[in-house]
C-alpha cells in the first residue's frame, strides 16, 4: 500500500504565508483586479525517493508584482521562506532537505502582461 505522504504544497504555502505574510494561492486568483502583489504555489512532479517513506515534490513559485521589481521581490522573498524550511519539521512532516532546481527568473504572464518571476525548489521529506 502506497504511503500517504504529507502535502508539499500546502507546506510550501503556508510557509511562504507565514514568513511574509503576504498572500499566497495554488491557482491564479480570478479576481479582477488581480490582489497584486501574490505568490502561487503549485507541485509540479517530484517522485517518491524511499517507497512508502521518502517523497522528493518540485515545488514551482511565481511572484507577481505591479512590476518587475515587485515581481522580484515577492518571489525572492517566497525562496527564502522555502529554504529555511530544510532541517525543520512541521505538524506534517520532517523536511530534510530543500534545493534550488531552477534559479529566479523572469517570465510575465502572457495572458494579462503582468510581471511575474518564477523560480523552482526540489524538497526532500517524509511523515513525521
Known amino acids: 500500500m502506497p504511503a500517504d505522504f504529507p502535502d508539499a504544497e500546502a507546506i510550501a504555502a503556508k ?10 494561492y495554488s491557482t491564479v486568483p480570478k479576481k479582477s483586479p488581480l490582489p497584486l502583489p501574490f505568490t502561487v504555489v503549485r507541485r509540479l512532479g517530484g517522485a517518491p525517493k524511499m517507497k512508502e517513506w521518502v517523497d522528493a515534490p518540485r515545488i514551482q513559485v511565481e511572484g507577481w508584482g505591479r512590476n518587475r521589481t ?6 525572492q522573498a517566497a525562496r527564502v521562506a522555502l ?5 525543520g519539521t512541521t505538524p506534517e512532516a520532517v523536511i530534510t532537505e530543500v534545493k534550488d532546481d ?20 526540489q524538497m526532500t521529506l517524509h511523515p513525521r
Open 102 to 121: 531552477t534559479g529566479l527568473f523572469p517570465f510575465a504572464d502572457p495572458d494579462s502582461g503582468t510581471d511575474r518571476f518564477i523560480f523552482g525548489v
Open 83 to 87: 529554504i529555511e524550511l530544510e532541517g
Open 70 to 75: 515587485e515581481a522580484r521581490v515577492t518571489a
Open 15 to 24: 510557509q511562504i504565508r507565514l514568513i511574509t505574510q503576504g498572500k499566497v
